[in-house]
């Protein structure tokens, strides 16, 4: 018997209907180890010495695999075709070498770049050994991305309370997006003028022309810069006589795109599709894997993590095939194209992105998959297609034109391009980011010497734009220019940074939140050659050059450890007065933008003498006055405009209230002033101040509203919430509108009902109402303030005691014992979940291993020795399927704990189990 080890077990199934009886075919579910996420794991000191941890969770597969392994006469480690792919096949080697289930047994490598029985077949020909030169290139990733975010993050946690985490890409990555924000705050618009005359041929034909020169110089788009200079050129332009000075006509040609790799993947379906690059990655791991088709489990694609832009022969005969059978033969070329990589430190020598049957057609397969599937294996199969097609070809025109305006001499030019022949543009064009149409219309046909007849000057106002901010798309594309990490991990890198709320979307755009901006400005004040473009791009070819054989691994760790440790070390000294120096100076254009009264941007807008400054609290980051306490303003770094420019008595020309606040006016109620706030949540509205014990009124300001625009009828309405919408028309009780934890809702009678927008509770009707508490029922509405009722019950907890119960929620099912809710790993079904699994997950949830039943507690002296275990920190990355590495992130919540003295007390008489937790300090609380 053959054993082969693959790392899904959906591959595993249906390799094993292609391989037959005599191959037994088991998952490793991804990785099967990793190192520890606590200290020690990598040790510099000790050569670099690297601690491995099976995961808890693959413990009993990991005992089967070794069963397996006993039995089996041959081992074959069939993980996918990169970088990880070797890895897991390491680790499981590893793994088995521990539990002595190899002995003298033959142990093969294989890779196949398809799920295909043909690609499976060939494989099993053409075996190899592990690669050692690609593990060390993956030890050496693995220990850099550990030492970096191990090392560099615990100063985050102590010198920049609220920051979740550093990482080698990650903060490169997240100081790209803080660059981009900062050129847009600082741009500053450019007026300009275009001059466009609509003129026609002697034939009636109507055409455009542009300015671009006049009286023997050349004018570009940006020279016109004034509205006296464009009318000008307006006046003259309108009196003067046209003639045709030149007419050039070229023929060109478009050529088409290479296949897809995994970077170029995510950027078109982001643009064409609207996919994140997560969510690609996940349909192509799904199309990867395959469908049943006809009875027969079916890879539809290659595999989709690759930098590789050439395509086997095989696969480039059969794609030339479907050409033939779907375009004409002029859209065949006579050979067929090949490719190179552009991208700086490509790295697998793999396929592109393919389908693994150019005769399954995307018609066909939407017949066997979902929609979204079906959409992205459309993009793969047309842009596999389109790159063995012919060029597009196109005749190129561009008219000069001489304009005598009574001794001035104007150059006007139009420009236009005709498709001769579509090429591969018949099936597939490639989107742009930014950039408009470069295609234009055609133009009339004109002769050189022939008068042309002015039908209207236009003179249009333009100012220059700041350029955009990153969508995911062109994050991914820049970061594969400058050779930042790799294409297969792009998309996990953007789900930490939007994890820690470093970034958030806006309009498919990527917005660096203050966090983000706080963590990059302080990296750039005291870590500068971490986060430098070039730097990390070194790394990386650092790396290619250990996967190539050409350098040791731990020459490379030596090299960057030494220097490393000594920059964090000076960092332990630094006072959190010179940070907030740094950062002030650093931020100074984002946190104190420029007044239009030309006033000190830092000063006090509330007692006037004091001078604004970053601080930082338990909870963040946040502006306040010097002359505190005396004077308790406060608010968020980042202010619009307005805010930031007091008017005659305040802030936007209101008065001022305690600590700061904008007062928008008196509540004709109570009489009492209603204010605009901010705290450490956000901005929000409060009426009158606190009396006694008794804390006013106050609401938060809904998502969407902006401080800035609130007047005193919307934080009225605010305060005023819950409204009461009617009385129901069949029971009688009251209906309600109000905003909550998850959004706008109606609530009736112990059941609520969710609205579309935050503007509909302040006008919906009863009948609206109505309809929408009914729809909601029918669909199975839930009780107000009801706890989810169990699945089932797993049983009582083993050591702590209380029921463990299966439940269903908004995020997925999860299991609950008392307090602790720990959601189920997609891996764990709610119906096969066990109790000793759920027990694991409790206990991971909370902080800490599941408690045992020990005789510690005949024992008071040795007890009394660990009274202040340390809890494990939870695990920083995200696993994504098939094992794909996004290592290259610190742990987010592992604050360092403080040091108790041991003491003797009755408490240490007790069952370690039973142990109340040390006191968290401020910053570890946060952190967490």
Request: with cysteine; net charge positive; glycine share 8%.
């Amino acid at each position: 018997m053959n054993l082969v080890i693959v790392e899904s077990p959906a591959k595993a199934k249906t390799i094993n209907k292609y391989l037959g009886s005599d191959y037994n075919v088991v998952a490793s579910y991804g990785h099967v180890r990793d190192l520890p996420s606590k200290d020690g794991s990598v040790l510099p000191d000790e050569d670099f010495a690297m601690s491995w941890e099976a995961d808890p969770k693959s413990a009993k597969r990991l005992t089967d695999m070794a069963a397996a392994a006993k039995a089996a006469d041959r081992i074959i480690l069939a993980t996918d075709p990169d970088r990880e792919g070797e890895a897991i096949s390491w680790h499981v080697l590893e793994v088995l070498k521990q539990k002595r289930a190899l002995k003298d047994k033959p142990v093969e490598r294989v890779v196949f770049n398809a799920i295909t029985k043909q690609a499976v077949l060939d494989a099993m020909k053409n075996p190899r050994p592990i690669d050692e030169a690609l593990v060390d290139a993956y030890l050496a990733r693995r220990a850099l991305d550990y030492l970096v975010g191990f090392t560099l993050s615990p100063v985050l946690w102590r010198k920049l309370p609220g920051a979740r985490s550093a990482g080698r890409v990650q903060s490169v990555a997240l100081r790209l997006v803080c660059d981009r924000e900062n050129e847009i705050e600082v741009f500053k618009p450019r007026e300009y003028w275009s001059l466009l005359a609509t003129l026609a041929t002697p034939r009636g034909d109507e055409f455009e022309a542009r300015l671009v020169g006049a009286d023997g110089k050349k004018i570009s788009r940006l020279d016109v810069g004034t509205a006296e200079e464009a009318e000008a050129f307006r006046k003259a332009l309108d009196a003067g006589r046209y003639t045709v000075a030149d007419i050039e006509s070229k023929p060109a040609k478009r050529h088409p795109f290479a296949p897809f790799t995994t970077s170029t993947l995510q950027q078109e379906a982001s643009r064409k599709l609207g996919f994140a690059p997560n969510r690609t990655m996940q349909l192509a791991q799904r199309l990867y894997e395959g469908v049943d088709i006809g009875g027969e489990t079916v890879g539809l694609i290659t595999y989709m993590r690759t930098d590789g832009v050439d395509m086997a022969p095989e696969a480039v005969a059969a794609v030339r095939g479907v050409i033939g059978e779907d375009f004409s033969a002029k859209h065949l070329p006579d050979a067929p194209r090949k490719y190179q990589v552009k991208a700086k430190n490509a790295q697998e020598a793999h396929e592109a992105i393919r389908p693994t049957d150019p005769k399954r057609r995307p018609r066909e397969v939407a017949r066997y998959v979902d929609q979204d599937q079906a959409r992205l294996y459309e993009l793969i199969w047309k842009r596999t297609v389109a790159s063995q097609m012919e060029s597009a070809e196109m005749q190129r025109t561009a008219v000069d034109i001489l304009v005598d305006a009574g001794g001035r001499k104007i150059d006007l030019r139009a420009s236009g391009q005709v498709l001769t022949f579509d090429g591969f543009l018949a099936l597939y064009n490639e989107d742009k980011d930014d950039d408009g149409d470069e295609d234009e219309g055609r133009l009339p046909r004109m002769e050189k010497g022939e008068a042309l007849t002015k039908k209207a000057i236009a003179a249009t106002q333009h100012f220059t734009e700041p350029p955009p901010r990153y969508s995911e798309a062109t994050l991914v594309k820049r970061m594969e220019e400058l050779g930042i990490g790799r294409p297969s991990t792009y998309a996990a890198t953007l789900g930490v940074l939007r994890d820690r709320e470093y970034v958030r979307i806006e309009k498919k755009r990527l917005v660096p939140e203050d966090k983000g901006r706080l963590v990059t400005a302080f990296l750039q004040s005291f870590f500068a050659r971490y986060v430098e473009y070039d730097f990390t791009a070194d790394l990386e070819e650092k790396l290619d050059q250990i996967s190539a054989g050409e350098i040791a691994w731990k020459d490379v760790l030596r090299q960057f450890w030494l220097q490393f440790s000594t920059d964090v070390g000076e960092t332990k000294e630094l006072r959190v007065a010179q940070v907030l120096d740094a950062l002030n100076d650093l931020l100074g254009p984002h946190i104190f933008p420029a007044r239009a009264d030309g006033g000190d941007p830092r000063a006090c807008p509330s007692c006037g003498t004091g001078r604004l400054s970053l601080k930082l609290g338990k909870f963040g980051s946040f502006i306040g006055c010097s002359n505190y306490p005396e004077c308790r303003y406060t608010r968020q770094l980042a202010v619009s405009g307005d805010e930031a420019t007091p008017g005659e008595n305040g802030e936007n020309g209101s008065a001022l209230g305690a600590d700061g606040a904008k007062v928008l006016g008196k509540d004709p109620v109570t009489g009492l002033d209603v204010t605009l706030r901010t705290g450490r949540f956000g901005p929000y509205v409060q009426l009158g101040e606190p009396e006694g014990k008794e804390k006013p009124k106050r609401s938060s300001l809904p998502k969407g509203w902006e401080a800035g625009s609130l007047d005193l009828e919307k934080a009225l309405a605010l305060l005023s919430l819950p409204r009461e919408v009617g009385i129901h028309p069949e029971d009688g009780k009251p209906i309600q509108a109000g905003i909550g934890r998850y959004g706008p809702f109606l609530l009736h009678d112990g059941k609520y009902a969710n609205l579309d927008s935050v503007d509909e509770v302040f006008t919906v009707g009863i009948n609206r109402a109505v309809s929408a508490i009914a729809e909601k029922a029918a669909r199975g509405g839930r009780p107000a303030r009801a706890g989810a009722e169990p699945l089932k019950t797993l049983g009582d907890h083993p050591t702590l005691g209380g029921p463990i119960t299966v439940h269903a929620g908004k995020y997925g099912p999860y299991v609950k014992h008392g307090a602790v809710n720990a959601t189920l790993p997609k891996t764990l079904a709610p119906e096969t979940v066990s109790l000793d699994e759920a027990v694991a997950l409790i206990a991971e949830k909370a902080g800490k291993t599941p408690a045992k039943k020990t005789r510690a507690a005949a024992k008071p002296k040795a007890e009394a020795k660990t009274t202040t275990k340390k809890a494990p920190a939870k695990k920083a990355a995200a696993k994504v399927a098939d094992g794909d590495d996004v290592s290259e992130d610190a742990p987010a919540k592992k604050a360092p704990a403080k040091k108790a003295p041991a003491k003797k007390t009755a408490a240490a008489k007790k069952p370690a189990a039973k142990k109340a937790a040390p006191k968290k300090s401020a910053v570890e609380a946060d952190a967490e």
